[in-house]
């Protein structure tokens, strides 16, 4: 059975950082064959996928957290990691770890397919 569990949310002040951490277990091929990613959703609003790492460890982001965020990936530690720096309240959301269908992102991250996600873990930026 698969599991993505996400921790590292909080609250945070505009300016703030913080490191959102997914440790994966019940992959059959293995942890290391996928691409892995994160992907946002705040109340009222769409779906918003972030970033994708491929197998490989190539990263990707959207245009609204390029050059704030940071993927990662630890293949020994089953760990995807989201460094995420120069938070404003925009960034409010509940963040969700994902595993995807493909072992290679799409170029295009919001044309990226989820096989498997977890349950999120709570970001909240004050102002």
């Known amino acids: 059975q698969v599991q993505l569990v996400e921790s590292g949310g909080g609250l945070v002040q505009t300016g703030g950082s913080l490191r959102l951490s997914c440790v994966a277990s019940g992959f059959t091929f293995g942890f290391n064959n996928y691409a892995m990613g994160w992907f946002r959703q705040a109340p009222g609003k769409e779906r918003e996928e972030l970033s994708c790492i491929s197998k490989d460890g190539r990263p990707f982001y959207a245009d609204s957290v390029k050059e704030r965020f940071t993927i990662s990936r630890s293949n020994a530690g089953r760990t995807v990691y989201l460094q995420m720096d120069r938070l404003s309240p925009e960034d409010t959301a509940v963040y969700h770890c994902?595993?995807?269908?493909?072992?290679?992102?799409?170029?295009?991250?919001?044309?990226?397919?989820?096989?498997?996600w977890g349950s999120g873990t709570q970001v909240t930026v004050s102002p």
């Open positions: 994902a595993r995807a269908v493909n072992p290679a992102c799409e170029p295009d991250v919001a044309q990226t397919s989820w096989r498997d």
